[in-house]
């Protein structure tokens, strides 16, 4: 008999996300607990800087974020989704404030809000430029405070899922972790709900924002129980990351007045013509192209970067909202930031797509859920507004938590799954993608016999992992995941970047698929149980090679330019071809393309959002 942990509600991952999920759960009744391969408070949402937006003040409205976040999403973006995530954000924040977030506040104590790209209205709130840091201990309280078990350092790596040939009818029962501590592989049995809540994947790119941990766990897994994934080719690059790093310097300094400068002194973004309206503050994806097209026609300094200067803020302004990036630019890149420009780039920074989930958080899969940046619910379509992901995990976290814990939220306007009605496609792949390579499809349950009884799902699991583990640790002299992720790393920031063109995407392809092949030989050199790092890597690893090639393949398909995405073949978005979400089925790995409508119906009749040209 397998040692089987049983709690109501599983949440998976313990950022922001994660842990207000928890708190809705509890707060619905429900023995909640949390798997989190790191402690609560080491998530990366505590390196989040600027903020959070929500329409708060006299003069704001949700109706204007909900028309910012669509148009920033250059019409990919679900209505229903938009709107509930601008209606909720105000409440959600109260939230936080009453429950002691030391939110930045004006000389009358009402909470500070700063200018944001892409926004019509001033409607950032933040904390310093240390939002995330604040809002993972102040949600931490609160778990602390309710008794929520928190299962820390313990590395989920398989979901325990029925195996009914039609993914809309499976039901998730749980997961299985390894006790990164010991080494122990265990099955935590869910009576009520799983909640995904495992952040991003900036980890299949090697210049990114993200911390090692951000490694596309969640997707891949419920990718692989049939899940579909959803509009994976919209990545965020950020434009101001330090170049030698890759750690973020917030959009709060260009929202305070923070300027860019190209090698010739010019403040491009208004001398280019790239943002004659808005500058430094249009939306992130037309600033990292324009940086990137200053740089590639030989205004770049060193070839590589572009100025960022704060030092006209005055030292005053700088240290009371942004001291935490003085330590960044000297830290990082030894750059005094109150006496020179500093150098930036743009870097990967956060997935749009993921997890296809409603407005409840719920897959197609019975008891799964998934809320923050591992889902897509589609809130940012394709292209995210900055200060629009805080909001996202305490609105979306909180309505998967609930939803989970059994209560009743009413009936989502988002459909999920897939529908007779839907538009299937192929791409012109250079490689065979009817084969999951030699890589074992861990997809559902064993491949045994049906199974049904939840328990005998979770031990079924279990004894799957054991047996990966086992495998993975006997084989002797195989190839090290290292070498197999930083090829994949380097072909995806070579080839599916801010620009993307066929030959490139092809290329990745490539060699994600010979990455693959490579994988089936993988072999973990610690033989240790004891915080075995290569092992944990190694698995994560395998989770980086799924996502990297959905990403891929997404960006292959779609035959147009739309928010994040751009394709040198294709240079106007395409709204009567492609106003569609990509849609990604596992299909035992051999992944299977359709689409889905976008829904663009807002609650009532003046909130219909007609696709417009997207300026700033
Ligand atoms: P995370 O906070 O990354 O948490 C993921 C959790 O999942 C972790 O607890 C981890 O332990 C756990 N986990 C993952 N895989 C597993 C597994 N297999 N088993 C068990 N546990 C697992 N957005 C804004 O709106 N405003 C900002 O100012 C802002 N600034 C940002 C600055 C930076 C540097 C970055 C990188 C992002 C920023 N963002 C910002 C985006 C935003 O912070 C993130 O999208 C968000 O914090 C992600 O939160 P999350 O809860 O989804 O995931």
């Excluded at 195996?163 to 299985?176: I, S």
């Excluded at 928010?563 to 979400?581: I, M, P, T, V, Y």
Aim: aromatic share 6%; hydrophobic share 35%.
């Amino acid at each position: 008999m397998t040692d089987i942990h049983e709690h109501d509600v599983l949440v998976i991952g313990a950022g922001g996300a994660g842990l207000r999920a928890a708190v809705a759960a509890h707060e619905a009744g429900a023995d909640v607990a949390m798997v989190t391969k790191l402690h609560p408070v080491r998530s990366h949402t505590g390196a989040a800087e600027g903020g959070i937006n929500a329409a708060l003040r006299e003069g704001d409205s949700w109706e204007l974020h909900a028309y910012d976040t669509m148009k920033g999403s250059d019409y990919l973006g679900d209505a229903p989704a938009i709107e509930t995530l601008a209606q909720d954000a105000p409440e959600d924040v109260i939230d936080l404030e009453h429950w002691g977030m030391p939110f930045s506040r004006e000389e009358d104590g009402t909470v500070s809000q700063r200018p944001f790209g892409g926004l019509s209205f001033a409607r950032t709130t933040y904390a310093g430029a240390e939002t995330g840091h604040h809002l993972l201990h102040t949600l931490y309280e609160q778990v602390v405070k309710r008794g929520i078990t928190v299962y820390d350092e313990w590395y989920v790596t398989r979901l325990a899922v029925t195996d009914e040939d039609d993914p809309a009818d499976r039901t998730c029962h749980g997961v299985v972790a390894i006790d990164v501590k010991t080494g122990e592989v265990a099955g935590f049995r869910a009576t009520s709900g799983v909640i995904l809540a495992t952040g991003g994947l900036g980890q299949a790119f090697d210049h990114t924002t993200n911390a090692v941990s951000c490694t596309g766990d969640g997707p891949a897994m419920a990718y692989r129980v049939g899940v579909p994934l959803e509009d994976m080719e919209f990545v965020q690059f950020h434009p101001t990351t330090l170049p030698s790093t890759g750690v973020l310097i917030s959009e709060g300094v260009r929202g305070e007045g923070g300027i860019l400068y190209n090698a010739e002194g010019e403040r491009f973004m208004f001398e280019g013509g790239y943002a004659n309206n808005d500058g430094e503050l249009a939306s992130r994806d037309v600033v990292s192209r324009a940086e990137l097209t200053e740089i590639n026609e030989g205004r770049g300094i060193e070839d590589e970067y572009v100025h960022l200067d704060m030092r006209h803020l005055g030292e005053e302004r700088i240290v009371d909202r942004l001291e935490n990036i003085l330590h960044l630019a000297a830290d990082f890149e030894g750059v005094d930031g109150l006496e020179e420009p500093m150098p930036v780039k743009p870097g990967q920074h956060y997935e749009m797509g993921g997890i296809e989930v409603d407005e409840n958080g719920e897959t197609v899969i019975d008891g799964l859920y998934a809320a923050g940046e591992c889902a897509c619910v589609s809130v940012h379509g394709s292209n995210r507004l900055g200060g629009n992901a805080l909001p996202e995990l305490i609105v979306f976290g909180k309505r998967a938590g609930l939803a989970a814990a059994g209560g009743d939220l009413g009936e989502a306007d988002i459909p999920t799954g897939r529908h007779d009605e839907f538009e299937t496609d192929s791409i012109d792949s250079p490689v065979p993608l009817g084969e999951a390579g030699s890589l074992d499809d861990e997809a559902v349950a064993d491949g045994g016999p049906a199974l049904s009884d939840a328990d005998s799902v979770v031990e079924a699991a279990v004894e799957a992992e054991t047996g990966r583990v086992e495998t993975l640790m006997d084989r002797e002299d195989g190839v090290n995941h290292a070498e197999i992720r930083a090829e994949v790393q380097r072909t995806m920031t070579e080839n599916v970047n801010v620009f993307r063109e066929a030959p490139g995407l092809k290329r990745a392809l490539e060699d994600i698929r010979a990455a693959r092949e490579r994988y089936a030989d993988v072999s973990v050199d610690d033989p240790s149980r004891t915080f075995n790092t290569d092992l944990i890597q190694t698995i994560e690893t395998r989770n980086i090679l799924d996502v990297a090639e959905a990403i891929t393949i997404g960006a292959l398909a779609r035959e147009e330019f739309r928010g994040a995405h751009w394709r040198a073949e294709f240079q106007e978005r395409r709204d009567e071809e492609w106003l569609k979400h990509t849609m990604l089925a596992w299909n035992g790995g051999s992944p299977d393309l359709y689409y889905k409508p976008v829904d663009l119906d807002g609650e009532n009749e003046e909130h219909t959002y007609e696709p417009k040209e997207r300026s700033y």
